[in-house]
Nanobody, 126 residues
Framework: QVQPVESGGGLVQAGGSLRLSCAAS????????MGWFRQAPGKEREFVAA????????YYADSVKGRFTISRENAKDTVHMQMNSLNPDDPAVYYC???????????????????WGQGTQVTVSS
């Protein structure tokens, strides 16, 4: 298993941008699909974006399409998520997660990912 560790969260004004990163040490990184999830207070953890091991397939939640971009650097065992046009619906703890099987549109639930990071807080001020 790989062990994800997130970084890059913080406070940003509405309309601003943040870039989250996730370093995943452990076994062959390119063999793992990676995902970003978020959880706001009082809400369930929800899918945000995911990328296949090769980086050729990506999925996004409708709420972030066109604003967030997930990418990965397999040579550095790292996945990133560029978040633009942040709005008051985006604040949450953002989690990076790894999945050791293939990535399909029906494998985007939290339960489909086996390894999780500790999370990083994203706050948006109006």
């Amino acid at each position: 298993q790989v062990q994800p560790v997130e970084s890059g969260g913080g406070l940003v004004q509405a309309g601003g941008s943040l870039r989250l990163s996730c370093a995943a040490s452990g076994r062959t990184f390119s063999g793992y699909a990676m995902g970003w999830f978020r959880q706001a207070p009082g809400k369930e953890r929800e899918f945000v974006a995911a990328i296949s091991g090769s980086g050729t397939v990506t999925y996004y939640a409708d709420s972030v399409k066109g604003r967030f971009t997930i990418s990965r650097e397999n040579a550095k065992d790292t996945v990133h998520m560029q978040m633009n046009s942040l709005n008051p619906d985006d604040p949450a703890v953002y989690y990076c997660a790894a999945r050791c099987f293939g990535l399909e549109h029906f494998t985007l639930r939290p339960a489909d990912f086996g390894s999780w990071g500790q999370g990083t807080q994203v706050t948006v001020s109006s």
